[in-house]
């Protein structure tokens, strides 16, 4: 009993310290972190030499995953760096592709991909202590974490929380610093770039972007001139003429009327540039044209790369049309549609916030068994501010059959939502008997700007039988800003 008394005692003496900065403040970089990947190029991240093995495979397939990962196919190139992580074994280069395997999990965005990243970041610290890699990693684990707390993980947002406070002192000249890096960093990108194009035998020529900024003022003066010149644009199939080519993509696209919709189905089917084909598809919903949704139904039948069929549903979500939100909704509910496809589906049935489309995501909730589909239609339920789906929310959280995790999130989401009342919020703790549950109400009242949540926190704090959960509760009340918690702190470290 003594001792829970003194380490409570020590946890309101360092929620003092650290003070509410920590819920403010923003993670600076770990001293030794250069800039992570997410600011640069493919070409120009190499800050740390790559630990070649003496495995003519091993360092083939890296090269592969790094290539993959410059493309933007972050689950393809995460599962290469497993691969190669696994056959290196010790080696220094298994570090290193656990870091980048980390790295393109946190891309990719999902929440079992954010799980993972931390896995391997976990096994990079514990394996690769000495790694090159290791001042990235510390800072990609940050980053990793704070997408997590944003979601809802109490867990991540108090290791977010505590590194902020910890490195508020430093973070004016880490922030400074980090600027010089990046300025640095991004000249170094553009020469890369540069240099990429004269490997591939393409001059540089500084008059592309003259030419598309010329084209653009032309295209709002005067469209039936300047589409004639972008149809030529786009009918060269060289490769130097790619970038260009992407952006006449998206200047045809702002026409939006029938003769755009020709181009850029014409583009989608014939240019032998993979990235100048998928911003024609992404750029179809803006216009108007039936045969747009025809087109982007075929792609999401036939289609197997999932950059392009990820572009596909988002631009149907763009089209204004009903039949674009009858295919949307039913890719939500296809049992044999990719699984991304339908959780980008359900995320954008959640953005345009009808009821219609609401009650069909919670019937599609009782129904469905992946659990990132479950998040993805927790989440978009949690888009519409409607009363009855709050209600739902906190239904959800109740439901002692759902996993654990989806409770957790209907938790958060529900605590975030105008249409939860504290009172609402106020009498789960009690009626919870799981303690992670417990952890996550306590968590949702420290993310509600309300008098009454700081009450429910002391509450706890001073009362609750755990011990745990009443530091958890001190934890929480040391990032606030109101005058109750800072005088109950010095009164508990006073006793």
Request: glycine share 6%; charged share 30%.
């Amino acid at each position: 009993m003594m001792f829970t008394q003194l380490f409570v005692r020590g946890i309101a003496v360092a929620a003092l310290v650290l003070g509410p900065s920590a819920a403010h403040a923003q993670p600076a970089a770990a001293p030794r972190a250069r800039m992570l990947p997410s600011e640069r190029t493919g070409a120009a991240a190499t800050a740390h030499s790559i630990p070649w093995s003496n495995d003519q495979v091993s360092d083939s397939v890296y090269r592969l995953a790094r290539e993959r990962l410059n493309r933007g196919q972050y689950k393809q190139a995460a599962d290469l760096f497993l691969s190669v992580a696994q056959r290196v074994g010790a080696k220094p280069l298994a570090g290193d592709a656990l870091y980048w395997r980390a790295y393109a999990l946190y891309r990719d965005g999902g929440a079992t991909s954010l799980t993972s990243a931390l896995g391997s970041l976990d096994r990079l610290s514990r394996d690769f202590p000495s790694a090159a890699s290791i001042g990235d990693a510390n800072a990609l684990r940050m980053r990793v974490c704070g997408e997590l707390a944003r979601r809802g993980d109490a867990q991540c947002a108090e290791q977010v929380a505590e590194s902020a406070a910890g490195r508020a002192a430093s973070a004016a000249s880490a922030s400074a610093s980090s600027v010089a890096r990046a300025r640095s960093e991004s000249r170094a990108a553009a020469r890369a770039r540069g240099q990429s194009a004269q490997e591939q035998g393409c001059p540089q020529d500084d008059d592309d972007d003259e030419r598309i900024a010329a084209l653009n003022a032309l295209l709002q003066m005067d469209a039936e001139r300047a589409l004639p010149i972008l149809e030529r644009v786009l009918v060269r199939r060289d490769k130097c003429s790619a970038a260009l080519r992407r952006k006449a993509v998206f200047l045809v696209s702002q026409k939006g009327d029938a003769r755009a919709a020709d181009i850029l189905m014409g583009v989608v089917r014939s240019d032998p540039d993979a990235e100048v084909r998928e911003q024609a598809v992404f750029w179809l919903g803006q216009t108007r044209d039936e045969r747009a949704v025809d087109m982007l139904q075929e792609i999401l039948q036939k289609e197997t790369d999932s950059d392009v069929l990820d572009k596909a549903v988002f631009a149907l979500s763009q089209h204004r049309s009903e039949r674009a939100a009858a295919i949307l909704r039913d890719l939500a509910q296809r049992d044999v549609a990719p699984l991304k496809v339908r959780e980008q589906a359900i995320f954008w049935l959640g953005q345009q916030r009808n009821s219609d489309n609401a009650a069909l995501l919670k019937s599609l909730y009782a129904r469905v068994k992946e659990e990132a589909l479950k998040e993805k239609i927790i989440f978009s339920i949690s888009q519409n501010r409607a009363a009855d789906n709050a209600r739902w929310l906190l239904d959800v959280a109740m439901d002692g059959k759902e996993p654990v995790e989806m409770r957790k999130k209907a938790l958060f989401w529900a605590g975030q939502s105008r249409g939860v009342s504290m009172d609402d919020l106020g009498a789960m703790f009690a009626r919870l008997d799981d303690r992670e549950l417990k952890e996550q109400v306590i968590f949702v009242y420290s993310q509600r700007r309300d008098p009454a949540a700081i009450d429910k926190l002391l509450e706890i704090a001073r009362s609750d039988k755990d011990a745990e959960l009443r530091k958890k509760a001190i934890f929480w009340l040391g990032q606030s800003r109101d005058p109750r918690a800072l005088k109950f702190l010095e009164e508990l470290v006073g006793r």
